[in-house]
């Protein structure tokens, strides 16, 4: 026989023992008839915090920057273009905030004095500008008194940079007492940067109130109401909680600029303008201008809750401000005011309207209870004066709400002596929720997968309330969003998906970011004055969240969790309601790896359908330009009897999906 056949049939040979033996290392499986758990509902929720623009200038719709001239220095965001408040201004004209009252939360409003109604403007920027686009229609409201002279006429413009006019209307002014009036302009062009412009008919003296400007196109079309594309990406993640305020937000800097929600309901226009606290917190990105309307209060919190599906977890002060700030305390004997904010709340969501604040619930448009299920005592806070404090609402909430879920905490890191400290302590009270936070590198979270594997069982539930991988380190201005991070991400959240006894809530944070308006990064959801999109973190959570399944069952690789054996992370539920077996598969290394998985326990379709999202590289980021680049796609694959073989990606996030018969 020819030598050089028999060299060629031997390498054909080792080549494809060599395929087979990669092929076939990595054997999995899955035992879909055995559920270890139930998934809770609540697994994968979102975490709501103002920071970053969030509210005012992001989900919450209003367009015009300090509408009631209540900010630190009232006349913020507004300009009057021809005046110079160290002349008479006879061309022209001039606006002063007149302080009517330091009682009651509406303190201010503006007296303008229009000499020559020819020559006099005031505009408002906005947020960073006012997105507009074209012939979409916008609400406009205003209180006004007419003081003096001949003022006929309110006139109201979009203008762009060069001072085009993109869409007008205007108000007729009829009374010397405070009056209410709308009016509604429709845009002409589309403009990121847009301002409002007002001008007058006639002179004289003008007092002008609570200039509020909204798109008519809102969250189920509600006045005073959210931006809808922003909820529209909270919605697709179908949420299982919305955790609100904050965050640090809660505590404030100081006891006195702590998040009140009483402060926050009832009619908008009485609703106290406060200080953000993020506004100067960073060096490298102050933002004075950074302020809370509250128009998006409680209130519309726990109807945001309803509207995407999600269970409402409010977390109120405990008597501490910001440990990373002040740190102030608020002393025991004079605690019991925070603690009855805690026990209204609960009668606010939940009270029949034969009770005080279900009545004021009622009257805000909503008589049927939120359904509210757990309340979260302090933010981020740690140490002795936390425990003591959290003792005193525990035991008041339990006795009157014994059915509501109380979270508590630890505090902001996942280790070291304030952790250890927290988590005793609190198994010692038999806490029943426990928010431990991460902001940690990628390979912290890679390593970390098996976090949960020996917690105990009996202990207190978790919630891991706030985690993102930093790219560059806590709190850096550099970090990213890129792909390496929401890979990392989502390899942990397999352990904690794997450990759905331990872990009850999970959620990504911080949520929304304003391009130009951010303290924080990294953060899963951008947007700037027209667009939004969602960061490959985002779609992680997404992954995760659209199939969370209902029930946990084990995948594993020789008897043992897939933990980041050959860089592979793995996690497995069946879903009883669409009689599917779901896995998820993350691929951390390099290369494609191979798996055969065999599925015991079930009869399963000849097919199923794979969800992959994978990036080109570990620093791949989603943009404006791109906001798609890392994005689910969807393909489908071949089951044989119990077994599939499947490829993943490398640098990848796999769902594979195979209905029961």
Request: aromatic content about 12%; hydrophobic content about 35%; some cysteine.
């Amino acid at each position: 026989m020819n030598t050089n056949f028999i060299t060629k049939i031997t390498l054909c040979g080792a080549l494809l023992t060599s395929m087979y033996t990669s092929a076939q290392k990595n054997n999995f499986e899955v035992e879909a008839a055995k559920s270890i758990t139930k998934i809770q509902p609540t697994m994968y929720g979102v975490f709501f915090e103002d920071i970053n623009f969030a509210a005012d200038g992001g989900l919450y719709a209003e367009m015009i920057k300090n509408r009631s001239f209540e900010f630190l220095f009232p006349m913020m965001g507004w300009q009057e273009p021809n005046s110079d408040r160290h002349k008479l201004n006879q061309q022209s004209g001039i606006a002063n905030v007149i302080q009517y009252s330091q009682k009651g939360t509406n303190h201010n409003y503006c007296r303008v004095t229009i000499n020559d109604a020819n020559g006099y403007q005031l505009v408002n920027e906005g947020f960073r500008g006012m997105g507009i686009k074209k012939d979409l229609k916008y609400n406009l409201t205003l209180k006004a008194a007419k003081i003096s002279g001949n003022i006929s006429k309110i006139k109201f413009q979009f203008i762009d940079k060069d001072n085009k006019v993109l869409g007008e209307t205007s108000v007729v002014p009829n009374s010397k007492d405070w009056s209410n009036y709308s009016a509604q302009l429709t845009s002409t062009g589309t403009e990121a940067k847009a301002k409002l412009k007002i001008t007058f008919e006639g002179n004289g003296v003008i007092d002008l109130d609570n200039i509020s400007l909204f798109p008519e196109d809102t969250w189920a079309g509600r006045k005073n109401g959210l931006r809808k594309d922003l909820v529209q990406l909270l919605y697709d993640l179908k949420p299982g909680f919305l955790r609100f305020p904050g965050g640090c937000i809660v505590e404030g800097r100081t006891l006195a600029e702590r998040y009140q929600w009483k402060k926050s309901i009832g009619k908008v226009e009485d609703r106290e303008t406060a200080v953000n606290r993020w506004n100067m917190e960073f060096g490298h990105r102050p933002a004075p201008d950074y302020f809370q309307s509250f128009g998006l209060g409680f209130f519309e919190y726990f109807q945001l809750s309803e509207d995407i599906g999600a269970s409402p977890l409010p977390i109120l002060s405990c008597g501490m401000a910001c440990q990373f700030n002040t740190g102030e305390l608020v002393p025991m004997d004079q605690i019991d005011p925070y603690v009855q904010d805690a026990l209204d709340l609960i009668e606010f969501a939940n009270g029949g309207t034969e009770t005080a604040w279900g009545k004021v619930r009622a009257d805000m448009g909503h008589p049927k209870p939120f359904n509210l299920k757990f309340i979260g005592v302090g933010n981020e806070q740690w140490g002795p004066d936390y425990i003591e404090r959290f003792k005193v609402f525990e035991k008041a909430i339990k006795s009157k709400y014994p059915n509501i879920t109380i979270v508590s905490g630890t505090g902001p890191f996942p280790d070291g002596d304030f952790f250890e400290y927290g988590m005793k302590e609190l198994k010692k009270l038999n806490a029943e929720i426990v928010d431990e936070h991460y902001y940690k590198n990628p390979e912290w979270f890679r390593q970390n997968a098996t976090r949960y594997d020996n917690y105990d069982r009996k202990g207190p539930k978790i919630f891991a309330g706030e985690y993102a991988a930093q790219s560059v380190g806590i709190a850096s201005p550099d970090n990213k969003n890129n792909w390496e991070c929401a890979f990392s991400e989502a390899a942990f959240m397999t352990g904690m998906e794997r450990n759905a006894e331990v872990v009850h809530l999970t959620s990504y944070a911080p949520l929304l970011a304003h391009e130009e308006g951010w303290q924080w990064t990294p953060d899963m959801i951008w947007f700037n004055n027209l667009q939004s999109f969602g960061t490959p973190n985002y779609y992680v959570q997404k992954l995760f969240s659209n199939n969370k399944g209902t029930d946990l069952i084990s995948i594993t690789k020789d008897g043992k969790a897939i933990t980041g054996q050959n860089d592979l992370f793995a996690s497995a539920v069946k879903d009883v309601n669409s009689k599917e077996v779901i896995l998820k598969i993350v691929n951390t290394s390099a290369s494609s790896q191979n798996a055969s998985i065999d599925l015991k326990g079930a009869k399963l379709d000849s097919k199923g359908t794979a969800v992959t999202l994978k990036g080109d590289g570990l620093k791949d980021e989603n943009s404006f330009a791109s906001p798609t680049k890392i994005s689910p796609k969807e393909s489908q694959f071949k089951v044989s009897g119990n077994k599939v073989q499947y490829d993943f990606p490398a640098y990848s996030v796999t769902v594979l999906k195979i209905k029961m018969k």
